[in-house]
């Protein structure tokens, strides 16, 4: 059955005033409980479950507990947006970045395996791999998954935009040790502002929540043999999380129409190509859509395009600016050629919320094909 708008905005305000009157408004109680119990079995076992206060900070309790340190190397996808990678630099240690390939826009498992060799040879073995599943679509997780066995080098999943999307129907964030999910303002379901780290063991989710909870022993007073983080998601907000999981499907349906909606109004159009699955492996919650423009075949840019766009006030965004050109990170190696340069160069996100009425697409539409034709 589909809930109306109405129905959904009750639950979240039931599970809300519930918190409150309960006086359940800290880090613990029902909504947590259930809202964890809810992402654990949709992700199903072994998948433990943390909630922390963003996705931030479940890649940050990731990185601790795979003991990354002072000047450890962790290879990281340069293609993402930065909080892929500042917990690294918050550990003191340092990204190595890579380039995507051109078919997922995710790391590029042949860069990523001479970056190895490469870090090997100079005898840094690099700890981690963080892997980005980018606006929703699942990264080549059997090529990743290849190379990280071959030397031992275990993945974490940044699956902060790829809630409910899989790959060789398996979820995107659970194919080895650690994933993370973002429930920010932006993302396929939000907490107003969350996350979530998913692992596999019982211990590593029991030290999770204690770090998260500023590293308090198990003793009848203040005892810290560790330092600690206050990264845990509140009861409060687990209310809203709790509600949106009712209607998780239904965004993620609403998504892939919109998705639909784009590939159909640009079909025609030289020069312009929808970011879409490789194949059948892979199934994306199409978080944001996105689409290449080749200028030589249009005669405009992606930045003209955008301008157009805002004249007639439908916001898009420009893709990500590769980590390895930031200013922050342009000192940390990078393996690659220009492949997500060129995709920053030439890519737009198009607005892609599960609330776009029949009547915004069309005005959406008639803008796009009112503006190209015109070229
Ligand atoms: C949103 C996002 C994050 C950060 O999640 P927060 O909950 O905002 O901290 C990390 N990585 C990617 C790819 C994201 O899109």
């Not at 590769?322 to 690659?336: E, I, K, R």
């Amino acid at each position: 059955m589909k809930l109306s708008e109405a129905q959904k905005a009750i639950n979240e305000l039931t599970y809300v005033k519930e918190a409150i009157k309960n006086n359940e408004i800290s880090n613990y109680g029902n909504n947590l409980n259930i809202f964890k119990q809810q992402l654990e079995t949709y992700f199903s076992k072994p998948n433990k479950i943390v909630l922390t206060n963003s996705g931030t900070a479940a890649i940050h309790l990731a990185l601790i507990q795979l003991g990354i340190n002072e000047n450890d190397e962790v290879l990281c996808q340069s293609f993402t947006f930065s909080a892929s990678a500042n917990p690294i630099c918050y550990q003191k240690a340092i990204p190595i970045f890579i380039d995507s390939e051109p078919e997922t826009w995710n790391i590029c498992p042949a860069h990523l395996e001479r970056a190895i060799d490469n870090r090997l040879k100079l005898g840094h073995k690099p700890k981690a791999i963080i892997v980005v599943h980018s606006y929703g679509m699942p990264a080549k997780m059997d090529e990743i998954v290849k190379i990280s066995e071959k030397y031992s080098i275990p993945i974490i999943e940044d699956a902060a935009g790829a809630f409910g999307s899989t790959f060789n129907n398996k979820h995107c964030g659970t194919f080895d040790e650690f994933g993370v999910i973002s429930f920010n303002g932006n993302k396929i379901i939000t907490t107003s502002g969350g996350g979530a780290l998913i692992c596999k063991m019982e211990e590593q989710q029991h030290r999770a929540n204690v770090l998260a909870t500023q590293a308090k022993a198990n003793k009848p007073y203040y005892h810290h043999e560790e330092l600690g983080y206050n990264y845990s998601m509140s009861n409060i907000v687990a209310g809203i999380g709790r509600a949106q999981m009712e209607v998780l499907d239904e965004r993620i349906l609403s998504r892939r129409e919109m998705h639909k909606f784009y590939t159909e109004t640009f079909k025609n159009i030289e020069g312009i190509t929808v970011f879409k699955e490789p194949n059948n492996s892979f199934y994306s919650n199409h978080w944001l859509t996105c689409i290449l423009i080749d200028s030589e075949k249009t005669g405009f840019t992606n930045e003209a395009f955008k301008k157009e766009l805002e004249k007639h006030h439908i916001e898009t965004r420009f893709l990500w600016k590769p980590l390895h050109l930031q200013p922050v990170f342009s000192n940390y190696p990078y393996y690659g050629n220009a492949i997500s340069e060129q995709l920053f160069k030439s890519g737009l996100c198009l607005p892609s919320g599960s609330n776009l009425s029949n009547k915004d697409k069309d005005y959406i539409k008639s803008v796009i094909i009112d503006f190209i034709s015109k070229k």
